[in-house]
């Protein structure tokens, strides 16, 4: 007991309470680093989604009865056919600064809430990556928790964009290449890669604000002093 008492008293001599010492920081967070990772990952994601022009497909058929008949796929933004002297063109819909000529009112909305989702999760990338290089604290803290909130909204709006998109199917120019489709039935067409493509970002990133929580870096905790008797 009283060597104990002797090494309290060394420690509060040089200035340091009593059974303490100085706790180091973490430079960076493991939970933290992947946070930022999976975020720039989720972003590209989004990004080569929400310009592929492979949302709806219809492929050509095998059989070769309908030879004028072509290859077609439809984006957000995009329109790509391809003819049978497989010459393979892309176009956006109205071309550049002439938004309201998308063929569908809901394709609009999915694409200002898509493009918006995109935008809103970019920019909580970038906080993400400023939160890991601050040190540990209040301002850490606080840069995390709002690049979760705006994780969290990024989702939601993305979300919605995909919901809505489908409603498009019931537009003139698609049933001009889709016969028989309707709101949520693509005819004789099919969901291309890049949709899904887009889901799957969207339910990868219902994970980011569960990670931007514990990404804050910690003191580590001090190893207590055992107890000579």
């Known amino acids: 007991m009283h060597s104990l008492l002797e090494l309290q008293e ?15 920081q973490r430079m960076f967070s493991c939970v933290g680093c992947f946070w930022v990772l999976l975020s720039a ?18 492929d ?32 956006t819909f109205g071309g550049l600064g002439k938004f309201n000529e998308i063929p569908s009112s809901s394709w609009q909305t999915s694409a200002v809430l898509c493009s ?31 690049a979760g909130y705006m994780q969290t909204a990024a989702v939601f709006i993305m979300a919605s964009g995909l919901l809505v998109y489908p409603f498009g199917l019931n537009s003139a120019t698609v049933k ?24 799957v970002g969207v339910m990868l990133s219902v ?12 003191h580590i905790s001090p190893t207590p002093i055992p107890t000579i008797l």
């Open 116 to 146: 918006g989702g995109c935008a809103l999760l970019a920019l909580s990338s970038l906080l993400a990556i400023v939160a890991i290089f601050l040190p540990s604290g209040l301002c850490e803290r606080r840069v995390c928790t709002l």
């Open 176 to 199: 001009k290449y889709c016969e028989n489709s309707s709101i949520y039935y693509a005819g004789d067409c099919q969901i291309g890669w890049g949709y899904m493509l887009a889901i």
């Open 207 to 218: 994970f980011l604000p569960f990670f931007a929580k514990y990404a804050p870096k910690e």
């Open 10 to 24: 060394k420690a509060g001599g040089v200035g340091l309470p009593a059974g303490s010492f100085p706790q180091p």
């Open 41 to 58: 990952c989720l972003v590209a994601i989004c990004s080569f989604s929400f310009l592929s022009p492979a949302w709806i497909v219809k």
């Open 60 to 91: 050509r058929p095998q059989h070769r009865l309908q030879p004028a008949e072509e290859e077609v796929s439809f984006g957000l933004l995009w329109h790509c056919s391809e003819t049978l002297e497989h010459m393979y063109s892309c176009y």
